[in-house]
């Protein structure tokens, strides 16, 4: 008993010691303070790097994360850029074809159309339209551009597209056309049924006029438009283009014009379809 006594006299007295302010603190708690504190820096250190190295990854991988979105809202961005300057683009378009076709659009229901496909295969004979039976579009309608030039006609036609055979084929094409003069008595009247020349090898596209009777007077430079003779398909006065050159057939019989079409058929983009005139849709 007395022993234990003894023994808490004494903690209590180390405690004691321990608490009080010293100077200097003993050799037994000098010597801990430097154990803990050696093995407390050989530990922290490490660990203070490697939290160090995965908070800078966490920052690589953030950093990475605001470049990737940063590069895809620069890309939208981009794109969208671009349709709106497409967009403004056919917008002038469209409203500089209203303006050229207004005398037109006033006789006829147009619809208009894109190119959507052209084979280097068959460049001279045909093209495909993204219109069709769905927008009332038919076969034998003709195809014009916006400066009126006749362009072919439809010859295929599913519910959204459309094939055209173009002015420059010479197997499936035959237009009843005349040369536009002064003269109403005297009107060249002739068939226009193909291109001169290969379309993919030259911008200067000739079509060929024949027919044209030896007594009527036809010159370079005069205006050569449809018929719209009842036997043909297209309505008259559609624009087919200018006289280049006539010539005498070998045997003197009639005589032969090659014209400059109005349509640039090398470059087709923005069309109109000629579906009927005013006059017939309103009966």
């Keep these: 008993m007395m022993a234990l ?3 808490i006299i004494l903690l209590a007295a180390l405690v004691g010691l321990t608490l009080r302010e010293r100077e200097k603190p003993t050799w037994p708690e ?11 820096g050989v530990i922290y250190a490490p660990v203070h790097h490697i939290a160090d190295f995965f908070e800078e990854i966490q920052n690589i991988k953030s950093l990475y994360e605001e470049n990737a979105k940063l590069k895809s809202n620069l890309n939208d961005y981009s ?3 671009i349709q709106v300057e497409v967009l403004q683009r056919e917008n002038k378009k469209l ?3 209203l303006y050229k076709l207004k005398d037109i659009s006033g006789q006829f229901d147009l619809v208009s159309a894109n190119v959507v496909g052209r084979s280097p295969s068959s460049w001279n004979k045909e093209i495909t339209i993204d219109v069709g039976t769905k927008d009332g579009v038919e076969k034998d309608m003709a ?23 173009l002015l420059t084929d010479k197997e499936r094409m035959g237009i009843s056309a005349k040369v536009l003069n002064n003269d109403e008595k005297n009107i060249a009247y002739g068939i226009v049924s193909g291109a001169t020349n290969d379309l993919s090898h030259t911008d200067k ?3 060929e006029m024949t027919g044209i009777t030896l007594d009527t007077k036809v010159e370079k430079g005069q205006n050569v438009v ?5 036997y043909t398909l297209f309505p008259a006065n559609l624009y087919i283009g200018k006289v280049a050159s006539v010539t005498e057939d070998k045997l003197g019989l009639t005589q032969t014009a090659e014209l400059e079409p109005a349509a640039s058929l090398g470059s087709l983009e923005f069309l109109y379809v000629v579906k009927k005139s005013k006059a017939e849709a309103g009966r």
């Design 5 to 7: 006594l003894a023994s």
């Design 30 to 40: 000098a010597f801990l303070i430097d154990a803990f504190g050696w093995v407390q």
């Design 79 to 81: 794109s969208m850029a």
């Design 95 to 97: 409203k500089d074809d």
């Design 143 to 165: 195809v014009i551009t916006a400066n009126k030039g006749l362009v072919g006609r439809v010859y295929e036609v599913t519910p959204y597209h459309s094939k055209v055979v």
């Design 205 to 207: 596209v000739r079509v």
């Design 226 to 230: 449809t018929s719209g003779l009842a």
